[in-house]
Structures are given as C-alpha cells and as structure tokens.
C-alpha cells in the first residue's frame, strides 16, 4: 500500500498529513513529526463546501501522561480537495479495518461510584470521544443499587453495539446478572461490556488495558470504539439454591475485610485498600471455613508456561459463534452440590481466601497472573496462617503490584473447575465482585466462555515476569 499525503492549513500553519499503512504522520509547521497510531484515530472527514479536512485522534501530550482528544481542523487549498479527500476517506477505511464504526452505545454511569465524580467525568472526557467517533449514545444515570441490573434484563439487543459502565467492578457484576436474567440469556451475554473506570478498584478496566492506562477513562473509551469482542468465562455462584453470576472475583478473611469493611471510606479512592489491609492485619485473624476444591492444576511453573505459551500464540480465541436460538437458557451448573468424589479439602487455617479471573483485583495487587480469560477454570488463593507472620505479609505486599506473592513457597495458587465454602464461624465477610454476600456455604463453577468484553488486545494485559527464575540468576 503506497503512503497517502496531502497538506492543509492549521490554525495558519501549513499542516503536512502522511498516512501510512498503520499510522498518521502530522507535521505542523515546523514542528517535530508526530505518528498517530491508527488505532488511535477516530475520525476523519473532508467536507467539500467548507473544504475542511477534519482529522480527530488521541494521543498522549508526555510520555506518561493521560491519552488526551485532539481535533486538527485543517483548510484546504482548492486544488489539493481531491487529494485530502482520499486521504480522509482512506484514514477512516483503515483506522476502522475490521471494526464496525459509529458503534449504537447503551450508558450506564453510576453517579456514586469511586470517589463520585463519574458524571463530571463522562461529560469532559468521556462523552467528547464518543461522540467525536460518531457513536450514537443512549445514557442513563442509575439513581440506586440495583437500577442497572434491571435495566440491563430487559435490554432490547438488537439496538446496541455494546454496553458501557460508566463505574466500577459493581455495576458490571449487576449489568452480567441483568444479561443472565434476560428473556435471551444466552444472547444477552453476547452483548460486549465495556468498563469505563470511575470506581474505586476498577479492576476489569485495568485487567483489559493494563496498568498504565486502567484508570484512564480515554483509553477506555477509545476501547469502546476500537476494542474487539473478547468471550471470557463467568462463575456460577450458588448460594441458599440461588444462582448469581460473578465475573471477577470472591474474597474470604483478610481480602473481603480489605474491601467491604471499608464501603464507607469511598471518598479515599483506592487508598481505602491499603488503609483495610493494614486495619485487616492488626487484626490478623485466620477466617474459619472449610475451603474444597475441584482441582485441575497445582504446579505454578507449569500455569505461569501454560500462559506464556498462549501469550505467543496471540491471545484468545475472539468470540464465540453467534446463539441462534434466541431463548437457549443458561448453561445449569454441572456439579451436583453433594458430590465429593474428586474434590479435596484444603486442611489449613486460612488468612484469607481469594478465587477468581483477571490478573488485576487492583491497582497495588495482582492477584491472579496467571488467570487466562477462557480456559474454563477458576484461580484460587488460599493463603494460610501456617508459617505466615504479620511481617511477611507486609514484605509480600512490596511486590503485590506485579503478582509477585505467586512464587511464595506458603501461597497455595490452583486452579479448579469449582470450589465450595462452608463457614464455620458465625461472622464474616464475603465478597463476590466487591459485592457484599451473606456469610454462608456456597459453591462456584466455572462457566466457560458465557460473557463477552471489548478488548483491544485480546488477552489481559498484565505482563508477569518470572520473578523466581529472575531472583536465582541475580544470586
Ligand atoms: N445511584 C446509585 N446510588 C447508590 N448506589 C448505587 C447507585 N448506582 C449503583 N449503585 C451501587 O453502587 C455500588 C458501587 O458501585 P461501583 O462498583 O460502580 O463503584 P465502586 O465500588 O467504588 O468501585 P469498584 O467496585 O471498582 O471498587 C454497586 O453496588 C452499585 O450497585
């Protein structure tokens, strides 16, 4: 493919465009060159009476900053109409291969949120994106719990590209249970969710763009333009013979103390986990459960082999085929309630308990590395007090970050088809997406591939090194 160029006026400045087969080159002026990334425009138009050349693209004002919208609104010569023409036209033909442009959205935004500045935030940065992109927008403010739950069981699908949470890990685990409450369960769930984070713990966001841009609320709105449909396996959780979809994580002891034993410290934005953890280990109570599992792997170099390899095989499989049948059901749970053959009993007592999908639960803690999106097991933690003092989980907690608790010899990491849980003391808190559960027996199974997010990359974006390997070498 030959390069493309053609130049215009910008705010008085000649203005050169070269567009290439994956970037756009604009130099205003004489300033420095800068190449645009093609996944990162979003638009481009010439319009022939005004013979502007619109171009519009996010980028990055520093290296580490924030994606910010820039809007180049260039005059064009009357002789070089032709030439900017074809340049917008190709620039939008190539900036959208594959992906279906002007995308019809559904809006959630949960006004409560994080630190409650979701709607301020939609309107700045997040709506001008969109809307620049030439999404149509359907949005609706939640005025209580529940609210996108209901909203999202009888969403007609057939008018939306994709969902938006405008929130964080909360209102997804509503909107999931909404989609498997729907007429068409199984279709609803098709429906790509797209985070985007103003929550406190943002966890899908940060799994799905990593840690540089997971709390970036434009790099998440340019994935929910430009990202691809990803299916990613659910958890059936069932509790009192009710069934309830998770999609991120359940947290026992410690982890659940960390989160909903501080609900009411919002305000502090993701600092109220670090403020739990160290409330959580003066504390430093075992959490009394019969923790049993299903077990499918144990061996850490053998799950953190098996990810590299579908690493270099380029991420998952994209999306499942279409449902046909509008009304199939979910799938039912397939293991019984009573059965035991197969499953083992974790014999230790337990600091905490942590079982789920997605490397990141947070920004300070990667939980699970080795979590792939759809190979139809769950991870599971159980970190006993055995040998475990105060001091070792603060020294652990250094590397937290960059999952680096996987390779302690005392964290027991497996993963399992389907756990089960029963306390054995009165109290507790549970935590299911960040959600508060009753303190009681349940049991997860893992339903592969039910639910589907927009991606950009196809797999989690959370790079885990092998730090075992990394430290032996330095000694
Ligand atoms: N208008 C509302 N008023 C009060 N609560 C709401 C409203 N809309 C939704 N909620 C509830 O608020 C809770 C928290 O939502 P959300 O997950 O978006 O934020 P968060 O807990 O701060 O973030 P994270 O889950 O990423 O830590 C959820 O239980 C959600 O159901």
Redesign the pocket.
């Known amino acids: 493919m030959a390069d493309i160029d053609t130049e215009a006026k910008v705010l008085g400045k000649i203005t050169r465009y070269c567009l290439t087969s994956t970037a756009l080159i604009v130099t205003i002026g004489n300033k420095k060159s800068q190449t645009v990334s093609l996944h990162n425009v979003i638009a481009a138009s010439f319009h022939s009476d005004s013979r502007l050349l619109k171009i519009a693209y996010v980028n990055r004002k520093k290296e580490k900053g924030p994606l910010e919208l820039v809007h180049l609104d260039g005059q064009v010569e009357e002789g070089k109409a032709d030439a900017a023409r074809n340049l917008a036209n190709t620039t939008m033909e190539w900036a959208y291969r594959d992906i279906k442009p002007n995308r019809r959205l559904k809006v959630l935004i949960?006004?409560?949120?994080?630190v409650g500045k979701a709607v301020a935030v939609f309107n700045k940065l997040v709506e001008p994106v969109l809307r620049t992109a030439g999404c149509s927008l359907d949005v609706v403010?939640?005025?209580?719990?529940?609210?996108?739950y209901e909203i999202a069981k009888i969403l007609p699908l057939t008018e939306f590209d994709a969902l938006l949470?405008v929130?964080?890990?909360?209102?997804?685990?509503?909107v999931l249970n909404g989609f498997a409450n729907h007429s068409c369960p199984r279709k609803a769930l098709q429906t790509p969710v797209a985070p985007i984070?103003?929550?406190?713990?943002?966890?899908l966001s940060l799994n799905l763009l990593g840690i540089e841009d997971g709390f970036d609320v434009v790099a998440a709105s340019l994935n929910a333009i430009k990202g691809s449909p990803m299916a990613v396996d659910v958890f059936s959780f069932t509790q009192n013979g009710k069934r309830t979809i998770s999609f991120m994580s359940q947290a026992l002891g410690l982890m659940a103390d960390v989160?909903l034993g501080t609900?009411d410290l919002?305000w502090m934005g993701?600092s109220r986990f670090l403020y739990g953890l160290f409330r959580g280990l003066i504390k430093f109570k075992p959490c009394d459960v019969k923790l049993s599992y299903k077990v499918v792997e144990q061996d850490k170099r053998k799950m953190f082999e098996n990810l590299n390899s579908r690493r270099s095989a380029g991420g998952s499989e994209s999306i499942s085929p279409q449902i046909q049948d509008e009304n199939l059901a979910l799938p039912e749970p397939k293991i019984n309630l009573e059965e035991t053959e197969g499953w083992i009993t974790f014999s230790e007592p337990l600091l905490y308990l942590y079982a789920g999908k997605g490397p990141y639960v947070g920004r300070d803690f990667m939980a699970f590395p080795v979590s792939l999106p759809d190979d139809g097991l769950i991870d599971i933690v159980a970190q006993s007090v055995k040998n475990f003092s105060r001091t070792d989980v603060v020294a652990s907690f250094g590397g937290a970050p960059k999952g680096e608790l996987y390779w302690n010899d005392n964290l027991h990491y497996l993963k399992a088809k389907a756990y089960r849980i029963k306390p054995l003391a009165k109290k507790g808190y549970l935590s299911v997406?960040?959600?508060s559960y009753p303190f009681e027996e349940f049991q997860v199974e893992v339903l592969p591939r039910l639910a589907t997010l927009l991606s950009s990359h196809g797999f989690y974006n959370a790079p885990f090194d092998d730090m075992k390997a990394n430290k032996n070498k330095g000694s």
């Open positions: 949960n006004p409560h949120g994080g403010h939640t005025k209580k719990k529940g609210d996108a949470t929130s964080g890990d909360g209102l997804i685990h509503e984070p103003t929550g406190s713990g943002n966890g989160d609900e919002r993701d997406d960040g959600e």
